[in-house]
């Protein structure tokens, strides 16, 4: 079955830098375009990047443009991002999710709090 | 960007009642050419990740209840629970993939008993 598991979230400085992980198994990973969404405490869904699925294009929410890298090892099955800079307003629940349209498949998310 | 907008924020519903949730875009999210309305619907249970329940405006998605129903063209869409389960006790969200990026979602619709 499809299982996705993010990683790596954690308590950190603003302006400080976090990479989170998102492992995929249970499909053909590289067959696959791959995004993050994101949640704000009792806030709503935020799509935060996308990466097609041989990585060759990606594009991002302009709140994180310039900031958050979105890749992929297709050989690890593995899905990553990058957030330089962080800021309070980073502070959600961050979700890896399957598709390129819509997002068929979710991990459970990480929680990413930004505070000093 | 497209902008979704969800009414209302929340409702009560008695349980086997019927559900209502809508959902309206500023911008027309429908393919003339493939006749599709690109708009999804996705619950999310408390402490849950979000669940596709709803694609193409109207097509349920694998394993989802017939009891959820989708609706609409162009900018305005409806969710419909017809007979509210306990376990349909949830926060629901429309989104678009007519014109991305991004892809955008409603506000969300939280649903009680």
């Known amino acids: 079955q499809v299982q996705l598991v993010e990683s790596g979230g954690g308590v950190v400085q603003p302006g400080r830098s976090l990479r989170l992980s998102c492992a995929a198994s249970?499909?053909?990973?590289?067959?696959?375009?791959m995004h993050w969404v994101r949640q704000a405490p009792g806030k709503g869904l935020e799509w935060v990047a996308v990466?097609?699925?041989?990585?060759?294009?990606?594009y991002y929410a302009d709140s994180v443009k310039g900031r958050f890298t979105i890749s992929r090892d297709n050989f690890k099955n593995t899905l990553y991002l990058q957030m330089n800079t962080l800021r309070a307003e980073d502070t959600a629940v961050y979700y890896c999710?399957?598709?390129?349209?819509?997002?068929?498949?979710w991990g459970q998310g990480t929680l990413v709090t930004v505070s000093s | 960007d497209i902008v979704m907008t969800q009414s209302p924020d929340s409702l009560a519903v008695s349980l086997g009642e019927r559900a209502t949730i809508n959902c309206k875009s500023s911008q027309s999210v429908l393919y003339s050419s493939g006749n599709k309305n690109y708009l999804a619907w996705y619950q999310q249970k408390p402490g849950q990740p979000p669940k596709l329940l709803i694609y193409?405006?109207?097509a349920r998605a694998s394993g989802v209840p017939d009891r959820f129903s989708g609706s609409g063209s162009g900018t305005d869409f409806t969710l419909t629970i017809s007979s509210l389960q306990a376990e349909d006790v949830a926060v629901y969200y429309c989104?678009?993939?007519?014109?991305?990026?991004?892809?955008?979602f409603g506000q969300g619709t939280k649903v009680e008993i």
């Open positions: 193409w405006a109207s």
């Open positions: 249970g499909f053909t990973f590289s067959g696959y375009g």
């Open positions: 999710a399957r598709g390129t349209s819509t997002f068929d498949y």
């Open positions: 990466i097609w699925h041989d990585g060759g294009n990606e």
């Open positions: 989104q678009q993939y007519h014109s991305t990026p991004p892809w955008t």
